[in-house]
């Protein structure tokens, strides 16, 4: 059953022979993304007329240096004693114009990762619920639902860049848009409570990025687990915001040390985060990645059952994740996705 | 050399830094450097963002005249009082430590354990071409942290970073790097 569980993998990510390396192929070879770029630009144009001018003033600012790197992992209350999001809270929207403002969010992303999306959110709104009684006075932090903002970088058009950012506490998605390429870095995910119920299920929201790290480290063998592991305690992600344009030295077991059911076993853990995104996008982002997976780096910080806490980094040529449980809590996780040469669409913008 | 340093100075404090927010923390001292590599320098950029539990404690050295808000010369102060307690050697050699620019949260920022200072300083020195060793060591506030450092890929090719050890805590880190013929 693993077996043929791994060779549908390499089959998706075109590391087998045959007709199955077709969908990346295609991918790559499709200008199918200005489609998704003509439904992004549909729904910005959409949302923003549901808007009064106020609201749009609010929402619609300039893509810039500046404007772009507005994001955070941190709470509205918390962030607007320095830093304040861009765009306007959903909480001062009607519910009309939340549903166009999500229709815009889930526009650019893949079903799954909209529903990841929406799963971060959903936890916020259950930490909003359990921390709401116990605050107190003057604490301006709120957690939940009506605090996630919505902006729109620059004017929406299927041929100059522009860029949508949905975020809040937990999450950050900036997709930047140029023409037919849709851009997910840098974004940030992360989950507190890391599990809840919700209409009788239980979601965690990013439980197969947990799953699927300790899963590869698992399957990593004596030697190889030896370069992975690093012999020392990250205490917080490295590259998380403020730290655009920034690369460090990898380390860990590198990409061409595996075999090819453990890199497709990578790969598929990346996909986690580069799936957020239409399909069209990440089927081209993940064939890139493949493209250097013998240079792609994955490091460990942490013990290697699953259910403890542990740290994991992704590095290579094109990608960067972090995957960082806060303060040693599984309950709390913070995860930041990056691409060095192409945070933004910087490969696509010219200066 | 006094010259370059003042040069460097005058130009850079002008540039703020990036917008920059952390995690929260609680009840560690998180202190994250990073250190990038050149022919004729070694940059260093630390980020200190004091946990909520600790965070009065940390302000309170800073703002030594106590009137709640931490001034030019109080933020100077404290980023060369940590500098000291920064370890740096080249192939053997300490390396004095310039400060070039600081930037501090304000106390509200601190007390919600969400304020990073930001310090950055220098070491001029050259590196010849061939192999060289490089050792950091950060001895600042060692009961109440959480240390990371991590070396920035350098910007040009003609260096090459070959190992890095750190201890299990990351209060240190040793790297071998080659600088290249240009």
Known sequence: ?351 | MKKIVTLIASIVVLLPFPATTSAHRVDEYLQATRLSLARDRIGLEIDLTPGVDVAQMIFALINTDHDGRISQSEGRAYANQFLKQIVLDLDGQRQSLTLIRTQFPSFEEMSAGIGTIRIEAVALCASASGRHSLSYQNNHRNDMSAYLVNALLPATRNIEITEQHRDAQQRGIQLGFIVLEK
């Open chain 1, 1 to 351: 059953m693993k077996i043929c569980r791994y060779a549908t993998l390499l089959a998706l990510f075109g590391l087998s022979l045959g007709a199955s390396t077709a969908r990346v192929v295609t991918a790559q070879r499709a200008p199918a993304a200005s489609d998704a770029t003509l439904k992004a630009v549909a729904a910005a144009k959409a949302f923003l007329a549901t808007l009064d001018g106020r609201q749009r003033a609010a929402v619609k600012l300039e893509l810039n240096k500046n404007t772009r790197s507005k994001w955070s992992n941190l709470p509205n209350g918390a962030t607007g004693l320095g830093f304040l999001r861009n765009g306007i809270k959903l909480g001062d929207l009607s519910a009309a114009q939340q549903e166009a403002a999500l229709a815009l969010v889930a526009s650019t992303l893949s079903g799954p990762g909209y529903q990841k999306v929406m799963n971060i959110v959903n936890a916020d709104e259950n930490l909003e619920r359990s921390s709401a009684p116990a605050r107190q006075t003057g604490n301006r932090v709120r957690f939940g639902r009506a605090e996630y903002q919505i902006a729109i970088l620059g004017e929406p058009s299927a041929t100059e860049p522009w860029m949508i950012q949905f975020g809040g506490h937990h999450l950050a998605i900036n997709v930047t848009v140029v023409a037919a390429q849709n851009v997910l870095t840098p974004s940030h995910t992360g989950a507190q409570p890391s599990r809840y119920s919700l209409t009788g299920q239980t979601i965690r929201p990013l439980g197969k990025e947990n799953d699927k790290g300790f899963a590869l480290i698992n399957a990593l063998n004596a030697a190889q687990q030896k370069q992975a592991i690093l012999n020392y305690r990250v205490a917080d992600t490295v590259l998380g915001p403020g730290h655009d344009g920034e690369v460090i030295q990898p380390e860990g077991v590198r990409g061409s040390n595996l075999t090819a059911n453990q890199q497709a076993m990578l790969l598929d853990l990346i996909n986690e985060w580069v799936s957020i995104l239409n399909d069209t996008a990440a089927l081209a982002k993940m064939a890139e990645i493949k493209s250097s997976i013998a240079d792609t780096y994955f490091a460990w910080s942490g013990p290697t059952t699953n259910g403890d806490a542990a740290y994991f980094r992704i590095q290579g040529p094109t990608v960067e994740i972090e995957y960082a449980p806060q303060g040693g809590s599984t309950d709390h996780i913070h995860t930041f996705y990056r691409d060095p040469t192409n945070d933004y669409g910087a490969k696509f913008i010219k200066p």
